[in-house]
C-alpha cells in the first residue's frame, strides 16, 4: 500500500484520527510539533500541505526552514531521480563521488570570499546540531583551548551529551554573553545604544584578568536568533564581534543553520554585515529536503587527523544532489533578493497590523524570517531594565538590520501604536505566551501552519518557502490577520484561561501605524 493511500475500509476521517490516536500512544513524549499541529500530510507541493482528513493548508513553517524551495520542487525530484536512475551508490561514508563534487562546487560557489578561497569542508552527521558538535571539536583541537563564548537565547541543538557518553569531555564551559535587541533589551535602552552597550561588556570579559573567563576556543553566534525569537543581530555589533574575536585570535563560528540559504534576503546571514567568520555551521536548507550538514571553516584551523571527526550517515548522496539542485536554484534565481523584498513587504504590513492590536508587543525579522510578538497589555509593563526600546522602527531598515534609535518611550495617556508598550510606562508588556498559542490555533482553523518560538514561546513565526508568490503572501497574511482578530477581539477566550475574557483589544479606529 502507498504511503498517502488510506485503508480501503476506513473513512478518511476515522483514518485520520486513527493516525493520530496511534502517534500518540506509541510515539516520546518529547514530540513537538505534532502536538500544537494535530494535521496527518499525505501530500504537498510548494506552499500547500494536504492533509488525510482533505484540508489543505498554507505551509509557513516549512520544515522549521528546511524547505527552501517549498514542498517536492521540480528541481529537487529531479535531482533525485537522477541519482536513484543512474545506479549510485545512496551510501558512501567520506569516499569522493561525482555527485559529492557538484555538491561542493555549488556550495563554494556561495561562500563568503574568504571561506570560498581557502577553505575546508567536513561532511557531518545528518542533523545541524551534529555540525555545531564538530565545530566546536574543532575548534578545541586548533586553539588547545576548552571554554566557548556563546549568547543568551541562542540555539545550537540537542546533542549536550553526546561527548560524555562516548567517554569524552563531560561537558563544555560555556560562557553567555548578552545578544542585542530592542524590544527586550537586556540594557533597557536598545538601538545602537544598547548594542554598543553589549559589545562593551563582551570586550570587558575578555580582557579584565578577574573576569573569571579564560580565553575561550572560540565565539558562536546566529546572525539572526531564530528559536530566541526572530532576533536580527545588529550589523555593527556583528561587526565589532568579528573584531574582538579576531584580534584575540578567537575562531568566530557562524551558525547558519536556520538562516542560510537566501533566507534572510542574502545567501548567508553574514552577508548583511559583511563579516566573514572562520567556521559556517551549515544544514537543513542545504539538504534540498533531505537530511545533510557540513561545517566549512579556514584551512589554518584543518589541524585534525584522520578520524578525529567522523560519522557513518554523512555520505548522503539523495541530500547532496537536492541540495546542489537547490542551492543552483536560489542562486540562479536571485530568490536572496526576491525574500528581502517581499519580506520586506510582509514585515509593512504586519507592522499596521501591530498599529491596530495592544497584544502585539513587536513586529521583527529579516527576509522571509519574520517574528510577532505577543503581550498581555492589562498586565502592566516591566520595570525600564527588563527592557526598553526607541520610540521609532527599531527594527531598521530592510528587515531588521542595523537599529537606529535608543531613546526611551514615556507616555503620559496612552501607549504607542504598535510598540506593546503600557500608558506611561518605559518598558515592554509582559509576554503572553497563551496569546500566541490562541493565534496559532486560529491560524490552523483557517489553514496556515505558523510556528511558535521566542525566549517565553510568544512568538508566532513565519519561514514560507522563498518560491512563496506575491498571491499567497496576500493569503497568508489575510488568514494570519483573521487569526489575530479572533484571538484578540472582546470575549476571546485563550488557552489556560477557563473561559475568562482576553485581555486585548483591538486599538482605537484611526490610530497610527507604527513608522
Known amino acids: ?18 493516525i493520530l490516536r496511534r502517534q500518540s500512544s506509541r510515539e516520546s513524549a518529547a514530540r513537538t510539533y505534532a502536538r500544537s499541529l494535530p494535521i496527518v500530510p499525505v501530500r504537498a507541493r510548494g506552499l500547500t500541505i494536504e492533509g488525510a482528513d482533505g484540508r489543505r493548508y498554507l505551509d509557513c513553517l516549512s520544515g522549521a526552514g528546511s524547505l527552501a524551495l517549498g514542498h517536492n520542487h521540480p528541481v529537487v525530484l529531479e535531482a533525485i531521480r537522477s541519482v536513484l536512475d543512474s545506479g549510485a551508490p545512496l551510501h558512501v561514508l567520506d569516499l569522493a563521488t561525482p555527485v559529492k563534487d557538484a555538491f561542493t562546487d555549488e556550495l563554494f560557489a556561495t561562500l563568503p570570499r574568504g571561506l570560498a578561497a581557502s577553505g575546508r569542508i567536513q561532511f557531518c552527521s545528518p542533523a545541524g546540531t551534529d555540525a555545531v558538535e564538530a565545530a566546536f571539536k574543532l575548534v578545541r ?10 549568547f543568551t537565547g541562542a540555539y545550537h541543538g540537542m546533542t549536550e551529551g553526546a561527548l560524555a557518553a562516548s567517554g569524552g569531555a563531560s561537558g563544555v564551559r560555556v560562557t553567555r554573553l548578552p545578544y542585542p535587541q530592542d524590544y527586550r533589551c537586556p540594557y533597557g535602552i536598545g538601538g545602537e545604544h544598547g548594542a554598543r552597550l553589549a559589545a562593551r561588556w563582551t570586550e570587558s570579559l575578555l580582557d579584565d584578568p578577574k573576569s573569571g573567563v579564560r580565553r575561550p576556543a572560540g565565539m558562536i553566534v546566529e546572525p539572526v536568533q531564530g528559536e530566541g525569537g526572530v532576533l536580527p543581530a545588529p550589523d555593527g555589533w556583528l561587526r565589532r564581534m568579528r573584531e574582538l574575536t579576531e584580534a584575540r585570535s578567537i575562531p568566530l563560528i557562524a551558525d547558519e543553520v536556520q538562516t542560510g540559504v537566501g533566507r534572510t534576503g542574502a545567501f548567508w546571514a553574514v552577508g548583511h554585515s559583511g563579516i566573514e567568520p572562520d567556521v559556517m555551521v551549515l544544514s537543513k536548507a542545504i539538504g534540498g529536503s533531505l537530511p545533510l550538514a557540513v561545517i566549512v571553516y579556514l584551512d589554518d584551523l584543518d589541524v585534525w587527523q584522520p578520524g578525529d571527526h567522523a560519522g557513518t550517515f554523512r555520505g548522503n ?5 537536492a541540495g546542489a539542485a537547490t542551492l543552483r536554484y536560489v542562486r540562479e534565481n536571485g530568490l536572496a533578493a526576491r525574500a528581502a523584498t517581499l519580506g520586506g513587504r510582509m514585515l509593512d504590513r504586519l507592522r499596521r497590523l501591530a498599529g491596530e492590536y495592544e497584544c502585539i508587543g513587536e513586529v521583527r525579522g529579516a527576509g522571509l524570517m519574520i517574528g510577532i510578538e505577543f503581550v498581555d497589555p492589562e498586565q502592566g509593563a516591566g520595570a525600564f531594565a527588563e527592557g526598553g526600546r526607541g520610540a521609532g522602527d527599531a527594527t531598521g531598515p530592510e ?25 506611561g510606562v518605559e518598558g515592554p508588556l509582559p509576554a503572553s505566551p497563551a496569546r500566541a498559542v490562541a493565534v496559532q490555533q486560529e491560524c490552523l482553523r483557517r489553514g496556515l501552519i505558523v510556528e511558535l518560538g521566542g525566549r517565553h514561546s510568544c512568538v508566532v513565526r513565519l519561514l514560507p518557502p522563498l518560491t512563496i508568490t506575491d498571491e499567497q503572501a496576500e493569503a497568508v497574511l ?36 507604527p513608522a
Open 399 to 423: 528587515g531588521g538590520h542595523g537599529p537606529d534609535c535608543g531613546t526611551r518611550i514615556s507616555s503620559p495617556a496612552a501607549p504607542q501604536p504598535g510598540t506593546g508598550y503600557g500608558p
Open 478 to 513: 489575510d488568514r494570519l490577520s483573521d487569526a489575530v482578530a479572533a484571538a484578540c477581539r472582546p470575549g476571546s477566550r485563550i488557552p489556560g484561561t477557563a473561559g475568562i475574557p482576553a485581555p486585548s483589544t483591538p486599538k482605537e479606529a484611526g490610530a497610527a501605524s
Open 1 to 18: 500500500m502507498a504511503l498517502t493511500q488510506l485503508p480501503p475500509a476506513a473513512s478518511p476521517a476515522a483514518a485520520y484520527e486513527g
Open 141 to 150: 583541537t586548533a586553539t588547545g583551548r576548552d571554554g566557548l563564548l556563546a
Open 317 to 321: 548522496q539523495l541530500a547532496m544532489a
